[in-house]
């Protein structure tokens, strides 16, 4: 919470989310004010391997719409790995 009031969250990770190899969940509020979805668009141009998810609500999905919120992250973790019989 101090660094997210100071401002200092703002470190600059361009270079180092470009050459992520992993796959990538982003997932963003359609009304999130403090980063806006615009954001989100640049964050998943910037790297294809990022899946996007928008949620109906503000800055917290987590928090305004939770069930919505752990179904996406399961489903997506459920789709990325690997079955048993490999």
């Known amino acids: 919470p101090a660094s997210f009031v100071s401002g200092t969250l ?4 361009r270079e180092q989310y470009e050459q992520l190899r992993v796959p990538i969940l982003l997932l963003w509020g359609k009304s999130a ?3 806006p979805l615009e954001h989100a668009r640049a964050f998943r141009q910037s790297n294809p391997r990022a899946d996007l998810r928008v949620f109906d609500c503000g800055s917290l999905p987590q928090d305004e719409v ?3 919120f752990v179904r996406e992250v399961s489903a997506w973790l459920e789709a990325g790995r690997p079955s048993a019989s490999r």
Do not use: L, Q, Y
């Open 66 to 68: 939770p069930d919505e």
């Open 10 to 13: 703002d470190t600059p990770i």
């Open 33 to 35: 004010s403090f980063t």
